[in-house]
């Protein structure tokens, strides 16, 4: 998607750039010239040729000749024209100044430059003039007639258009020039309105007032062919000399002696043009150019000129069709260069694309690569892991084995021990505490041979070699003669037992023993499960040609992730703290399986559970007896019911053991075990652990590691950080002796470790040491205030023993009783309860940590320091006896050297004495 879009994106920068390169081949940097001609005669045509001619050298300029054919209104009109289509600047040759001037004007006050040519405008709005000096024109015509008629005769004028500029100039010249030859005069002027019927009609009417006149001066050669043609009707020969000289008609009419001489006005159409783009190009131009005047055009040199102005006709010709030609080229040029850039463009657009495909398919083959890499690492692994598989599944297969045969080796000497067990249970002569212990063997011996009983079976199940020992039974009978079994027990846990069995023909022929296995299972997982004042129901009846049973309980209920393992041999929903071995429901179903029967789990976490099998009824015949003994109500209770704890008294005398251990049997065993030489109190979990410690402060705690609610780690961590316990020497009992749980138990505080299954003889000695070593503490501790009595905060004897007594709670919170003690020796009402609440603690706390650590009672060893401090005083001062007992807080002076003689075996009076 990515590479897709960044293709587009360079695709576009590349066609855009393509566009550019192909527009600027063709941009081209054009100046507009306009031109509006006022009329359109001979002259004028010859003056658009040369504009033409020029145009073509100048490639960045473009020309548009307009004439007004004569017309005011057309010339403002065109004038108009150029200033709204974008030209760059206006050549005008104004057709009436008086006209034409406004126009101009608004237009060159517009930003436009105004050329002015031929003709002038009144003002001077306009950027340059161009034109010939028309009153030279004048004088050289009248010195020319003055010459033909060697300085003798009159002259008739034919005038130009009346306020014509040219034409008043060229009055001008000629009169002013006549008045120097006296013998010449103009005998009339009339206006030929520079066109040639005017001045036909003019001339005739002339020259038939005056038909002597020797000469006509016509202001234009239009006007002196008519004056020709009118002196010809009339039959009439005057010099006729017209102004302008341009080749269709002045010079021709000279050539064919129509008219006798003409004057070029010059044209120069080119020099307009080079004007113009000076203008535009901001080059230096002038502003007022008058142009030379040559001389006059006769016979002589007519002809010349006409051959010379055709062939200059032909070569613009050809210069034309020249530029047409490279016009074309150009076109041409251009239409290629376009298609070379746009070629470019796709060629690069070409590789472009060339590169995307080609990375892409380098990508991609790259993927492919590493697909089949990771494709053959899998097979390679799942290779590996079927090979695991197979070498777990003989290693599991071998373990099992190893396990059946060790099963089997132990049946034999359970069996042996068993027996005696029970019988020893049940003799009349045992004390409580033995008759405890013994309860205790035998029920574990029950669960012990369940237990291996279960694993042959499931085995010989496995292996295809447990038999179906099919009899005829009447089922109802039977399950409520099994479930009722239960109540007892049921009723011990205050669980309530519902049996409902269906008023229906329930005979069917199973193997009783294993569906007693079966009913037995089920009814003991869900006594076991279900905690005080629950309720499980048992229900059997029939179904269509199938007879089920159920087994209900309001219980934890068993999650949907572990509901579909239950089944499985050993798997255990609480692997930390189990209540079976795991293998009960497996073989629950083997054998209901091996009735042909399923079963099936219902639960709810939270709600409960049931259990349901449904049967296949079938039947091998009538009368087969029932080969199995009665349901043994004794060995369920054995089997299920707590051992009850014998009722013993606290004495005094023996230090207190705090026993925590989630198993109620272990815990009732070390009661047992322990209480003959010790006071014990047990303790189900960490979190009940802690606050007996806190509550009876014991002289020692065991403690298991594996618990629910808080584990003892944590508890022996909780036990050695508060103060009132950080003293009690802490025994981890641990069924597993791997040396990172060692390591972890010692981290948390604990004082010794002793593995499952322990051996009680081990276990007492242990305790006794632990014991021991408090009491030496204990010792030093309530030694320390012997010493001298300058500091009382620190324990006697510093050195080796010092650290193995003191961990920095137990030195703070000495430190800080006897400082406290200290700080209040004088006040003889000083007591026990305050004390104890400065401390943070409850009085019996402070007096059991106190005796702990100090082996005095908090009374005997603030006295005992009293006494110190008296001594100390009595040997250092001289004060009076009196005077140190009340300082050291007696009451009395009496009772001071009572408790000092009963102390030190001396009154303080001998003491003093003896010094
Ligand atoms: P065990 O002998 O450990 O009880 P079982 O195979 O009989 O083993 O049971 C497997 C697991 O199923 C048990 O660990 C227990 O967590 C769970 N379980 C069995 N019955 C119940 C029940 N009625 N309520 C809750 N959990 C049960």
Known sequence: MKTRLTLIYIIGIILTAGLILVSCGEEKKEYRIGVSQCSNDDWRNKMNEEIEREILVHPEASVEIRSAEDSNAKQIADIRYFANNGFDIIIVAPNEADAITPVIDSVYRSGIPVVVFDRNVNGHSYTAFQGADNEKIGV???????????????????????????????????RKELESHPGIKIEASAYGNWKYEDALHLADSLLSVYPDVDCIYAHNDR???????????RKLDPYIIGIDAAPEIGMKAVRDSVIDATFLYPTEGHRLIKTALAILKG?????????PIPSAVDLSNADILLIQNESLKEETSKMKSL?????????????????FYVSIAFVVMLCVLLFFILRAFWLRKGYQETLLRKNEQLASQHEEQKRLNTRLEEATRSKLMFFTNVSHDLRTPLTLIAEPVEQLAGAGNLTPSQKTLMHIADKNVRILKRLLNQILDFRAYENGKLDVNLVETDFGALAKDWVEAFSNV???????????????????????????????????????????????????????DKIFFSVCDNGPGIKEEDRKRIFDRFFQVDRVHPKGSGIGLSLTKAFVELHGGEINVESEVGKGSEFKVILPVVHVGVGTESSVAGTDHAAIEAELADVETQEREFSEDKPVILVIDDNEDIRVMLEELLSDKYNVVGASNGREGIRYATRYVPDLVVCDVMMPV????????????????SHIPVLMLTACSMDEQKVAGYESGADGYISKPFNSAVLRSRIENLLENRRRIKNIWGASHDRSE???????????????????????????????????????????????????????????????????????????????RARHLLTTTDRSISEIAY?????????????????????????????
């Open 140 to 174: 050289l015509a009248a010195r020319y007639a003055s010459n033909l008629m060697r300085g003798k005769g009159s002259v008739l004028e034919l005038y130009g258009l009346k306020g014509s500029t040219p034409a008043i100039s060229r009055h001008e010249g000629f």
């Open 223 to 233: 006007m002196a062919v008519a004056a020709s043609d009118a002196a010809r009707r």
């Open 283 to 291: 080059e230096p131009y002038d502003s007022v150019a008058k142009l």
């Open 323 to 339: 530029k047409s030609e490279i016009d074309q080229y150009w076109d041409r040029h251009s239409a290629q260069t376009t298609l």
């Open 490 to 544: 049921a009723r011990s846990r205050d669980i309530k037992l519902d049996i409902k069995i269906e008023d229906a023909d329930l005979r069917l022929a199973v193997d009783e023993e294993k569906i007693e296995r079966v009913v037995y299972n089920l009814m003991s997982n869900a006594l076991k499960y279900t905690p005080a004042n629950g309720s499980v129901c048992f229900s059997c009846g029939r179904e269509g």
């Open 710 to 725: 808080m584990d003892g780690l944590e508890c022996c961590r909780n036990i050695k950080e508060e103060i009132s316990t």
């Open 790 to 868: 300058g500091d009382l905060s620190k324990p006697a004897n510093g050195s080796a023993e010092r650290r193995i007594v003191s961990t920095d709670v137990e030195n703070e919170f000495y430190a800080r009783f006897l400082k406290l003690v200290e700080s209040r020796m004088g006040d003889a009402d000083m007591n026990v309860d305050q004390l104890a609440s400065e401390m943070g603690l409850g009085r019996s706390q402070l007096y059991r940590k106190i005796k702990a650590l100090t082996n005095y009672s908090p009374v005997e060893l603030i006295r005992n320091l009293r006494l110190k």
């Open 887 to 915: 300082e050291v807080g007696f009451s009395t002076p009496a009772y001071f050297s009572k408790c000092y003689r009963e102390a030190y075996g001396e009154t303080p009076t001998e003491l003093r004495s003896r010094l």
